[in-house]
Structure formats: structure tokens, C-alpha cells
């Protein structure tokens, strides 16, 4: 079995809230995209994801993840990780396990290992006839600071990992008497109205990772086409976005204040004012579509 004991990110030293909720900071984050983006590169590709039940250590495992071009689903909590004690393993060629780097050092004691645990570190461990082995210890200090694209080894090399540049969107929509009414919502800032649109996650198809991004940002679900009703690019992070934008008939409207995103303002009006209202040039042409 080849173990991954991958270190907890940088955590961040603001916090006064409760230990297992302590978010990452920005180091944090980065330590374990460069540290996922180099599993990707290797083909190390987890049979099974273990973390301790703490923020830092479940959202380590998501960034790594996701920066290798893998689904974050599946990642499972283990109660003998935040003890510093190895969990029950089965039959799996290849296991990540991800923990605070002092709990990574208690594991490695256990599997009779002297070594020096940091922050986003990796340890690749060979166990075989009850004996381990490391393999090699990633530092992510030593690893580029920008990100190829494509993934996994593309030629181009960018601020971010490749998924980020990979979007989708969807402009809900419902049928009333008075006519077609289209859901615009505040932008982050407040300033503009957008449309819910996020990053596609890897491991979901466009339409699905928008549907996702509408219950989140604007309280609303329903669905969507097979094929999107148009695309566009705009500038971020360094590079261009390409935004994949389907239709979205809405089924149901949560309550104000029961969804992720609550403080966004969200407004139904026709179609026509829709496409006045919006702030990218190439949705308001698409809206009128609706």
C-alpha cells in the first residue's frame, strides 16, 4: 500500500473561534494547490481520501484535489487521524490522509518513521510485510509558484490552478402570465447585477456545477438543457475565463435568508430589462434569448 500524508495547510493565525473550525489562510490554500497540482503531474491519484473532521485539514484535501483535476467528493472524516493514530485501511493500492502536521508526525512515529513534518508538506510512504518506507518528501516551497494549463502539464503556465479558468453560468428564468421573468442577483460587491456563475468543479458537468452555483447564490433551483444557450470570456486571475451560460427554468425559490449567499439582492424582471440591467456586455445579449 502506498500511503499520501499530506500536512494541513497553513492555518490561519487570526482566529478566535473554535480549534476544528480554523479556516486556512492564503499560504494555506496555495500549499496544498501546489501540492495537488504536482499528484496530477505524477498520476498519484487517490483510491480513497481520509482527513481528521477539521476545517483545515477537509478543505487541504478539497484544494489538493481539485487543483489535480479530481473530484473533491468522497473525502470521508476519520476520528483516528485528529488522534494522531492510523485509521482501519482496506484493500485500497493507494490512500491520502490529510492532518495537522503534528498528528502527521504521530502518524509517521507509528509507521516508525523519524522525520520533520510542516505546514502543506507531502510524505509518500511504501508499507509492505508490516515494515514502511519514505519514498519522498514534497516540500511545496520547492514547488513553482504558477500553475500549468492545461492541466496537468500544459505549456502555459498561470496564477491559478487550470479549473479556475473553466466556468459556468445559468440565467434563471420563469413563465408567468405578464410574460418571461428573468432572476438577476448583486454581484459580490454590490455594484452590478450578474447572474449566478462559479468555477466548474471538477468532476461535474458545466450545467451541473451552474445549478449548484444558482442554489448558492441565489436561492433558486430548476433545470437546465443539455446545451448551453451561449459562452463569453472575460479577464481574471492573470488570463482569460471561458463562462459556458445555459437557461435555467426555475422549479423552486427558497425562503429569503435560507440559502449559502442571503445577503445578495435578487430581483425577477422581464427579459428585456434583464438584458438592460446586467453588467457583462455579452449576457445582455443572451438574456434576450430567453
Not at 500536512?7 to 486556512?24: F, N, Q, V
Not at 496564477?159 to 410574460?179: D, L, W
Not at 422549479?251 to 422581464?270: C, I, K, M, T, Y
Amino acid at each position: 500500500m502506498e500511503l499520501l500524508l499530506l500536512c494541513a495547510g497553513a492555518r490561519d493565525k487570526t482566529w478566535t473561534g473554535a480549534k476544528t473550525a480554523c479556516p486556512l489562510r492564503t499560504k494555506g490554500k496555495r500549499q496544498a494547490q501546489k501540492i495537488g497540482c504536482w499528484l496530477g503531474r505524477k498520476g498519484l491519484r487517490p483510491d480513497a481520501v481520509l482527513t481528521e473532521p477539521a476545517n483545515r485539514a477537509q478543505v487541504t484535501a478539497e484544494k489538493a484535489l481539485k487543483a489535480a483535476g479530481w473530484t473533491a467528493g468522497g473525502i470521508k472524516a476519520s476520528k483516528d487521524l485528529s488522534e494522531g493514530r492510523l485509521p482501519p485501511l482496506s484493500a485500497e493500492n493507494r490512500v491520502l490522509l490529510v492532518a495537522a502536521p503534528k498528528r502527521i508526525k504521530a502518524l509517521a512515529t507509528h509507521l516508525a518513521l523519524e522525520i520533520e513534518t510542516l505546514s502543506g508538506a507531502l510524505l509518500i510512504v511504501e508499507t509492505r510485510a508490516g515494515r514502511a518506507n519514505l519514498r519522498e518528501c514534497v516540500d511545496p516551497r520547492d514547488l513553482p509558484d504558477l500553475f500549468p494549463h492545461p492541466s496537468p502539464d500544459g505549456p502555459e503556465r498561470r496564477p491559478r490552478p487550470a479549473y479556475y479558468y473553466t466556468q459556468s453560468a445559468v440565467i434563471p428564468f420563469r413563465r408567468t402570465k405578464a410574460g418571461t421573468e428573468v432572476l438577476i442577483i448583486g454581484s459580490s460587491s454590490g455594484r452590478h447585477w450578474v447572474v449566478p456563475k462559479g468555477i466548474i468543479e471538477p468532476g461535474l458537468s458545466p450545467a451541473r456545477s451552474a445549478m449548484i452555483e444558482a442554489r448558492e447564490e441565489a436561492g433558486v433551483e430548476g433545470s437546465t438543457g443539455d446545451e448551453p444557450l451561449g459562452f463569453y470570456r472575460y479577464e481574471k486571475w492573470g488570463a482569460t475565463c471561458d463562462v459556458a451560460v445555459y437557461a435555467m427554468e426555475v422549479s423552486r425559490v427558497l425562503q429569503e435568508g435560507a440559502w449559502e449567499e442571503n445577503h445578495r439582492n435578487r430581483r425577477w424582471v422581464p427579459a428585456e430589462e434583464a438584458a438592460a440591467l446586467l453588467n457583462e456586455p455579452a449576457l445582455k445579449k443572451l438574456a434576450r434569448l430567453i
